[in-house]
């Protein structure tokens, strides 16, 4: 007997099969029966469906600059008057200095139509879970400086351990106390055997590269459309419709793109092409959570993943410059339970300072230095070497700010710091204050039928407009938050840090409530066509979130991952325009 869809989603809630039967009849629908499914599961989850089903509210859609009209301009207009007045220094200081002063930033997300309103402000100074500008304002900075700040601004502990390293000189040759106990402590926490600074996170990822190629003499790097591992030629390198892999942008040689296989991240056949290529893959590259999508959590996946390549003797790379330190002390390692055989880092570590990190497993790192060796006999370096120098590798003034950091980490968490399960250290709550404020916006999301959602991992999280791709309005919401009083990164990521309270968590929120009340009065969200179009795309595999295990299935929170799963696959249909 064929079961409906209120049945397989009745049995998946309630648990009544284990979590293979229930993929099982999952598959066996049509694919429309599918997609009821996985709204009842979101909905289930407390996660406001993407479009109207019968009788559903439909939430409004997001206005396109191509839909601008007389009014929109007008108001658009005033709005370039007010904000002259509010910081007309910073917007001086930009048309003055553009002559000398290349800022590769600059032209990101350039709206034609929000041109006077583009341009960056300029900071004075910070402190704890604020920045001023040149006119005067203050901001709570939720930018997090692009996730490198931990502790807020000009933390006591950071300040007096750069001083101190001042006061001692800043000899770029030569060892010191500082990277000796740094190394350990940052081995210590996350779990690596061994550990070596860069000069930033995008140098640690073209090394940890490098490394894996002389490790296996292989050529090709794996790594999963959607994730960002720095601008290297190295890794810099997308793929088109068809799947081909092609440069980031001009200037990168086709050369290196081809050298490079892009496949979609948890997808379970981008582990087909792996095992069918094991013998030319030099390393697969991961960015566990990626930072442009953070809703996508497939540890599933993952698991598989790592499971594969100790299978084939493929080094695999987890890129934590983002997760690193932002989810508990062992990243999203720690959060998933897989141990990579290398892991990258960015400046978390370094306080902000310009600092990267390579650990892992003595096997691959030994590959720098030739290993461990003793000077009383007749022993020599054990592996072969690979190339790698950097005049700031470890510059004494970051390593000493790493050093503070790492302790304050290791000081906040005590005995948490060697198990990310259950943590109880300071990022626990951290991240609880991260996402209370993303449930209480989510639900005022939801409440206004605004087509946007807080997607979050740890103390992350991101504004994501479900049917727009930086548009003009998602571009004049963030205009208005700086109105209000709220600074954020115009890459898209935000960040709570130790040194926001709940006063500024609950002013945040007002500020959000009111740039996107603004936005709705003024007509920058629409009601939705009377008639969406008819979808035709293929719906994801959900099989690609969810491979099968051996042994027993029917763990308690088999279920819960099982929805989790079918919840992820509706979102990335969503994200793809597969659903309207």
């Known amino acids: 007997m064929q079961m409906t869809v209120e049945?397989?989603?009745?049995?998946?809630?309630?648990?009544?099969?284990?979590?293979?039967?229930?993929?099982?009849l999952f598959q066996s629908l049509d694919k429309e029966s599918q997609l009821q499914v996985l709204a009842t599961l979101r909905r289930a989850d407390?996660?406001?469906?993407?479009?109207?089903?019968?009788?559903?509210?439909?939430?409004?859609?997001?206005?396109?600059?191509?839909?601008?009209?007389?009014?929109?301009?007008?108001?658009?207009?005033?709005?370039?008057?007010?904000?002259?007045?509010?910081?007309?220094?910073?917007?001086?200081?930009?048309?003055?200095?553009?002559?000398?002063?290349?800022?590769?930033?600059?032209?990101?997300?350039?709206?034609?139509?929000?041109?006077?309103?583009?341009?960056?402000?300029?900071?004075?100074?910070?402190?704890?879970?604020?920045v001023h500008?040149?006119?005067?304002?203050?901001?709570?900075?939720?930018?997090?400086?692009?996730?490198?700040?931990?502790?807020?601004?000009?933390?006591?502990?950071?300040?007096?351990?750069?001083?101190?390293?001042?006061?001692?000189?800043?000899?770029?040759?030569?060892?010191?106390?500082?990277?000796?106990?740094?190394?350990?402590?940052?081995?210590?926490i996350t779990g690596h055997e061994r550990a070596l600074?860069?000069?930033?996170?995008?140098?640690?990822v073209m090394f940890a590269v490098r490394i894996a190629r002389a490790a296996t003499g292989r050529k090709k790097i794996v790594l999963f459309h959607g994730s960002y591992h720095g601008l290297s030629d190295a890794v810099a390198t997308t793929k088109d419709l068809a799947g081909n892999s092609f440069p980031m942008s001009p200037g990168i040689l086709q050369d290196f793109a081809d050298q490079i296989i892009v496949l979609d991240y948890?997808?379970?056949?981008?582990?087909?092409?792996?095992?069918?290529?094991?013998?030319?893959?030099?390393t697969v590259l991961?960015?566990?959570?990626?930072?442009?999508?953070?809703?996508?959590?497939?540890?599933?996946?993952?698991?598989?993943?790592?499971?594969?390549?100790?299978?084939?003797n493929i080094p695999l790379i987890f890129d934590e410059v983002i997760t690193g330190f932002r989810v508990c002390p062992q990243g999203a390692q720690g959060r998933f339970g897989i141990q990579a055989d290398m892991a990258t880092y960015g400046e978390i570590p370094g306080g902000g300072l310009?600092?990267?990190?390579?650990?892992?497993?003595?096997?691959?790192?030994?590959?720098?230095?030739?290993?461990?060796?003793?000077?009383?006999?007749?022993?020599?370096?054990?592996?072969?070497?690979?190339?790698?120098?950097?005049?700031?590798?470890?510059?004494?003034?970051?390593?000493?700010?790493?050093?503070?950091?790492?302790?304050?980490?290791?000081?906040r968490c005590g005995d948490g710091v060697q198990s990310c399960d259950g943590c109880t250290c300071f990022q626990r709550t951290l991240n609880e204050k991260t996402t209370r404020l993303a449930d209480t916006l989510n639900a005022f999301f939801g409440e206004e039928r605004l087509p946007v959602v807080i997607d979050t991992f740890g103390s992350l999280f991101r504004f994501r407009f479900v049917d727009s791709n930086w548009g003009v309005t998602e571009a004049l919401f963030f205009i208005l938050l700086r109105m209000e009083g709220v600074e954020t990164n115009i890459q898209g990521n935000c960040f709570l840090t130790t040194a926001h309270t709940d006063e500024d968590i609950d002013a945040v929120t007002a500020g959000v409530k009111a740039s996107m009340s603004n936005l709705?009065?003024?007509?920058?969200?629409?009601?939705?066509?009377?008639?969406?179009?008819?979808?035709?795309?293929?719906?994801?595999?959900?099989?690609?979130l969810a491979p099968p295990q051996s042994g027993n299935a029917s763990r308690p929170n088999e279920m819960e991952r099982l929805k989790a799963l079918l919840a992820a696959d509706l979102a990335l249909a969503e994200e793809s325009g597969n659903l309207r």
């Open 7 to 24: 049945d397989v989603s009745k049995k998946i809630l309630s648990k009544e099969m284990d979590r293979q039967d229930a993929m099982r």
């Open 520 to 544: 709705k009065r003024s007509g920058f969200f629409r009601e939705p066509d009377e008639k969406p179009m008819q979808d035709t795309a293929p719906l994801p595999e959900t099989t690609a």
């Open 46 to 130: 407390g996660i406001t469906p993407a479009h109207g089903g019968n009788g559903a509210v439909r939430p409004l859609k997001t206005l396109d600059q191509r839909d601008l009209t007389d009014e929109h301009r007008a108001w658009i207009a005033a709005l370039v008057g007010k904000y002259d007045r509010f910081v007309p220094k910073s917007k001086a200081n930009v048309l003055e200095h553009q002559v000398h002063f290349v800022d590769q930033h600059r032209a990101f997300h350039l709206i034609k139509d929000l041109k006077k309103l583009h341009f960056q402000i300029t900071y004075t100074k910070a402190k704890g879970a604020y």
């Open 197 to 204: 600074f860069t000069q930033s996170g995008t140098e640690a």
């Open 266 to 282: 948890g997808d379970m056949a981008s582990l087909d092409t792996i095992e069918q290529r094991a013998g030319e893959i030099a």
């Open 354 to 411: 310009p600092t990267g990190v390579i650990a892992g497993a003595a096997k691959y790192m030994d590959l720098i230095d030739g290993g461990t060796w003793r000077f009383d006999d007749d022993s020599m370096p054990s592996s072969k070497r690979t190339g790698m120098a950097g005049t700031h590798s470890q510059n004494p003034l970051k390593i000493a700010a790493a050093l503070a950091v790492l302790g304050e980490i290791k000081k």
């Open 286 to 312: 991961v960015e566990p959570v990626q930072s442009r999508h953070p809703y996508r959590k497939p540890v599933e996946f993952l698991k598989a993943l790592r499971l594969l390549t100790i299978e084939k």
């Open 133 to 188: 500008d040149a006119d005067g304002n203050r901001y709570i900075d939720i930018s997090g400086d692009m996730g490198v700040n931990l502790f807020g601004h000009r933390a006591p502990f950071l300040i007096d351990a750069v001083k101190h390293s001042l006061d001692q000189g800043i000899p770029l040759v030569g060892y010191s106390d500082m990277i000796f106990r740094a190394c350990k402590l940052f081995c210590e």
